[in-house]
């Protein structure tokens, strides 16, 4: 069973990633839905996936209390 998580947070990812793929922008960057994305692949044991949204937060937003709490997460959970 996927433990994904139903938070506002992530429902509010979810919608501005549908509203990007729509309209073909590149919404995934801003980092709250970065930083769920992050989240939701950590907590399902998927960290290579989880890493890929903590580079790009990393790159894009490195000064982002998102960025610092992916990377204290990351940390915590043992990967680097």
Known sequence: KSRFPEG???KKAKAEIETGIQVGSS???KPE???SLFHSFMLNNRTEKA???LVQLIRNHPDSSYTS????EMEKSGHK
Do not use: D
Request: no cysteine; hydrophobic share 20%; glycine share 0%.
């Open 33 to 35: 839905s970065l930083y």
């Open 51 to 53: 890493k890929e949204y």
């Open 8 to 10: 506002e947070l992530t």
């Open 27 to 29: 919404t995934t960057s």
């Open 69 to 72: 709490k992916a990377r204290k």
